[in-house]
């Protein structure tokens, strides 16, 4: 079956330090990839996407994600938390014939330290 | 901004009762993907319009429909609400399915069933 994994529900990190987010899938195709935030009482925001590739993906604010086909893994890495990075972060799967119709993870939620 | 505006924001309404929630899609998008949020269930793609045609089915309830009007607007008809249904109800948007359309979303519509 086709699914994502989020092991963390909820992380925090202390501002400036780094941070990881780890995204395990399951997808019978070459699958697309994508990282999103959600902030409260806001939408999703794309940060980043894995079509194909160099497997090591920059996205907006400063996010990153590397893709491991051996792991079946999409981790999402920051060098350096901000408190605005404070947010509801989802990890999504997609087929190549239709993007948009996306399985999420569970979702995990980051909690910033001052 | 999205570009992407769901009415209404809130939805408050008891149980047995029927619900319209609107989708305007971003100004050159002709693809519209319906998703819920809820807690137990997390995000979960219910369905999906391209060009007023319906492209693909997800977890969607036979008490729900939705269709995209000529003006490409969407709309979700929920009848015979349930308690369950409670949720965070996100419209997203794109140009088109393929991979070079990401998805923009809308900020929901939360519905309440009392």
């Known amino acids: 079956a086709q699914s994502v994994t989020q092991p963390d529900i909820h992380i925090t990190v202390s501002e400036g330090a780094s941070l990881e987010l780890r995204c395990n899938y399951s997808?019978?195709?070459?699958?697309?990839l994508f990282w999103y935030v959600q902030s409260p009482g806001q939408g999703l925001q794309l940060l980043l996407k894995?079509?194909?590739?160099?497997?090591l993906v920059q996205g907006i604010k400063g996010f990153e994600a590397e893709f491991k086909r051996s792991q079946s893994s999409f981790n999402l890495r920051k060098p350096s938390v901000h408190w605005s990075d404070a947010a509801e972060y989802f990890c999504?799967?997609?087929?190549?014939?239709?993007?948009?119709?996306?399985?999420f993870g569970q979702g995990t939620t980051l909690q910033v330290k001052p | 901004d999205s570009g992407v505006t769901q009415t209404p924001k809130h939805l408050i309404t008891a149980t047995g009762q029927r619900v319209t929630l609107r989708c305007s899609p971003r100004?050159?998008?002709?693809?519209v993907y319906w998703y819920q949020q809820s807690l137990d269930q997390g995000l979960q793609f219910l369905i999906q319009?391209?060009?007023?045609?319906?492209?693909a089915k997800g977890n969607i309830l036979e008490r729900f429909s939705a269709q995209q009007f000529p003006d490409l607007h969407s709309e979700l008809n929920l009848s015979s609400l349930e308690l369950g249904d409670s949720a965070l109800y996100f419209c997203?948007?794109?140009?088109?399915?393929?991979?070079?359309?990401?998805?923009?979303f809308g900020n929901g519509t939360r519905l309440t069933v009392t």
């Open positions: 997808y019978g195709a070459t699958p697309y």
């Open positions: 100004s050159g998008d002709l693809s």
């Open positions: 319009y391209y060009n007023g045609e319906e492209r």
């Open positions: 999504a799967v997609g087929a190549r014939s239709n993007t948009g119709k996306l399985i």
């Open positions: 997203a948007s794109s140009v088109d399915p393929g991979q070079n359309s990401p998805l923009h």
């Open positions: 894995y079509f194909s590739g160099d497997t």
